[in-house]
């Protein structure tokens, strides 16, 4: 599963070797750019992450005037994502898009950004601070690069972020209905309508809301009843 979540970052990595200039050579010493990037590419491939981080950092450090530096700075990210050590990808992702503001691949890295929270949400019953910054940066994402070849799977993650927050709100609202705080659980019901509209919710939404304001009435004259007869 681990080799499935790390294709499209794989590719992506790898296909940067086709944009350097031929005239680097084909040397294999140890300590020329090209080398210590395809060495970091093997390490990569092998899912030697920390190694491939080790020799993408010095490859830009070392030699920061190389046109292989700005593929090793993006070596270095991505082999933190493909890590899941998502706060050091966001990071250097982060100081990647600082650095080389006018670079081409600044739409994948920026789409990067929005996957290192994607992977981080939690289930429907947690805190879905990372699904909701997730869906942020995905929208910010598709305003700035509406054309993008990332543009699909960001709309699509953006969909699934705002399902799962729609998800959330109505497990909220369930546990009210089910302690009987149902004025709150109205309110949540009647939030997700609003705001989680066609999203797969619709259906037991609205059956959760008439079952609510049922409830409601029913409890409101039990109310009514309980006065009457104490008066």
């Not at 920061?64 to 530096?69: F, M």
């Not at 933190?80 to 998502?86: N, Q």
């Not at 981080?120 to 699904?131: F, G, N, P, V």
Request: hydrophobic fraction near 30%.
């Amino acid at each position: 599963m681990k080799y499935v979540r790390i294709v499209l970052v794989g590719i992506f990595l790898f296909s940067l070797t086709g944009c350097l200039p031929w005239w680097e050579g084909s040397s294999s010493r140890p300590d020329t750019p090209e080398s210590l990037y395809t060495q970091g590419q093997e390490k990569y491939r092998d899912g030697s992450y920390k190694k491939a981080i080790g020799l993408f950092q010095r490859l830009a450090e070392e030699y920061p005037l190389s046109p292989y530096a700005i593929p090793a700075e993006l070596g270095v990210a991505d082999s933190y994502y493909s890590d899941e050590d998502y706060a050091s990808a966001e990071a250097n992702y982060a100081d990647f898009m600082e650095f080389h503001p006018t670079n081409e691949n600044l739409p994948y890295v920026m789409y990067q950004i929005g996957m290192c929270h994607y992977k981080q949400m939690q289930e429907i019953d947690r805190d879905q601070t990372e699904t909701r910054t997730a869906e942020q940066l995905f929208l910010k994402f598709l305003s700035r690069f509406p054309s993008s070849k990332f543009s699909l799977l960001a709309e699509e993650k953006s969909k699934e972020c705002r399902r799962m927050l729609g998800e959330h709100e109505f497990y909220v609202g369930r546990f009210y209905f089910n302690v009987g705080e149902y004025r709150a659980a109205l309110a949540r019901f009647q939030g997700i309508e609003k705001n989680y509209a066609s999203l797969g919710l619709d259906y037991k939404t609205e059956h959760f809301i008439r079952e609510t304001k049922k409830r409601l009435a029913e409890d409101q004259d039990s109310e009514r009843t309980k006065n009457k007869n104490e008066s």
